[in-house]
């Protein structure tokens, strides 16, 4: 599967982007798919992730959560991620990647997942 994540920008503290990572491939449905954000000298982090069992189950960073929430559109091939109230420190370079179905669906190490879109820049002003 081929990942291309889209949506980032420049943005003022308080306001709010989405992003999209959108799929190749007929049984993307089937992915366990997450967002991650990496900035200078830092690893990877994980942000979000939906699974691909139980209608979507969604979890989130504690960073994140309740400021952000994570979506797929099967039909579109496509998982979003709405940021709202967005901070100085959410800037980063944010990644989609997705993972195939697995007895595990709860995924948030990066090294858990397969495959990797490349990176889109979100950039919060203070």
């Known amino acids: 599967v081929q990942l291309q994540a889209f949506g980032g920008g420049l943005v003022q503290a308080g306001g709010s982007l989405r992003l999209s990572c959108a799929a190749s491939g007929r049984t993307f449905s089937m992915y366990t798919v997450g967002w991650f954000r990496q900035t200078p000298g830092k690893e990877r982090e994980f942000v979000a992730g939906?699974?691909?069992?139980?209608?979507?189950?969604?979890y989130y960073a504690d960073s994140v959560k309740g400021r952000f929430t994570i979506s797929r559109d099967n039909a579109k091939n496509t998982v979003y991620l709405q940021m709202n109230s967005l901070k100085f420190e959410d800037t980063a370079v944010y990644y989609c990647a997705a993972d195939p179905p697995g007895p595990n669906d709860v995924l948030v190490r990066y090294d858990e997942y397969d495959y990797w879109g490349q990176g889109t820049q979100v950039t919060v002003s203070s």
């Open positions: 939906i699974s691909w069992s139980g209608g979507g189950n969604t």
